[in-house]
């Protein structure tokens, strides 16, 4: 397999009391997989820091969504961003990709850039 890509995609479902919900039940489900070398990705529900937490004690790394919700911690993120923008990520860690898809007579542009939570100055409760 030396040189091949491997991909892996896990479903899962887990039944939870009427009273648990996404925040309870997220842990519970990653408790259930073999996550060492994975990146993990979750919506904006499950942006917890025991989450991250559970996450990196298992060896892997995470995409977290952040929204406004997280009003501080979102606007330090945002500011950042808009900075490194601003000055072309100069000597800066990042990634980016850009697509460009056609269809239901409409054109959508996608831009993502990506940074290591290493270049980011501290953060809002990082260290919670």
Partial sequence: M???????LVLLVLKQDDKSNEITAIPALLELLDMAGCIITIDAMGTQTTIASQILNAKADYVLALKGNHPTLYRQVKNCFEQQLYQGFK???HSYDKRVEKGHHRTEKRQIWCLPISQLQTLHNQDN
């Fill in 2 to 8: 030396h040189g091949r890509l491997i991909y892996r």
């Fill in 91 to 93: 000597g800066i860690i």
